[in-house]
């Protein structure tokens, strides 16, 4: 009805983000800025929160839209009710790797693998974890544990880990200190 009647080119009011509808604010341009500068360190945990419909996913879209594929494997995780073993074996499906009846050991070793043939292609892993503020310790840990990892003196994955402000509450914890 309404995009009949005011010649719209699309609908308006959707639920699901639609980067064509991104307004850049100054704080979202400093959002921006922040990603796109911790992607350039190519290493470590880059966090961002904000309250619910600050604009968080749609950071992302945008980021998305723009990721140079000749330089990364992408990994984007929206379902956060995981346990650790469950969040390596859908980061490892994403990735392309055989997950499903694999033991923790053998998830880790393959992405290990998986890591170091990124590396010697000039390529690096990106986790994007949205709505993180619902991971639970032991998937945190497992990030955290992941990160341990190097390849040729190189952290060979990046984790974006985006939620709501509370999130920096549960990373004040001192069990994840290290993270």
């Known amino acids: 009805m309404y995009a009949e009647f005011y ?7 959707q639920l699901t ?6 307004f850049e604010s ?14 350039a360190q190519e290493e470590g945990f880059i966090v961002i929160t904000g309250e619910i419909g600050a604009g968080k996913t749609m950071l992302i879209e945008r980021l998305w839209s723009q990721l140079d594929i000749e330089k990364f494997m992408a990994v984007r995780v929206a379902t956060t009710n995981l ?3 469950d969040l390596l074996k859908l980061l490892a499906s994403n990735l392309g790797l055989p997950a ?11 992405l290990e693998q998986l890591f170091a043939r990124a590396i ?23 990030l955290r544990m992941l990160s341990n990892i190097t390849i ?6 990046q984790c974006l880990l985006l939620g709501q402000p509370h999130f920096r509450q549960i990373l004040s ?6 993270l």
């Open 7 to 13: 010649k719209l080119k699309a609908m308006p009011f």
């Open 17 to 22: 983000p639609d980067y064509d509808f991104f």
């Open 26 to 39: 100054d704080e979202h341009r400093r959002a921006f800025a922040h990603l796109v500068y911790g992607l």
């Open 83 to 85: 346990t650790g073993d």
């Open 100 to 110: 499903e009846s694999a033991d923790k050991a053998t998830l880790l070793r393959r």
């Open 120 to 142: 010697s292609t000039g390529k690096r892993c990106l986790f994007v974890i949205d709505e993180v503020q619902n991971l639970p310790f032991t998937a945190l840990e497992e």
């Open 152 to 157: 040729q003196g190189r952290a060979p994955f």
């Open 173 to 178: 914890d001192t069990r994840l200190e290290q």
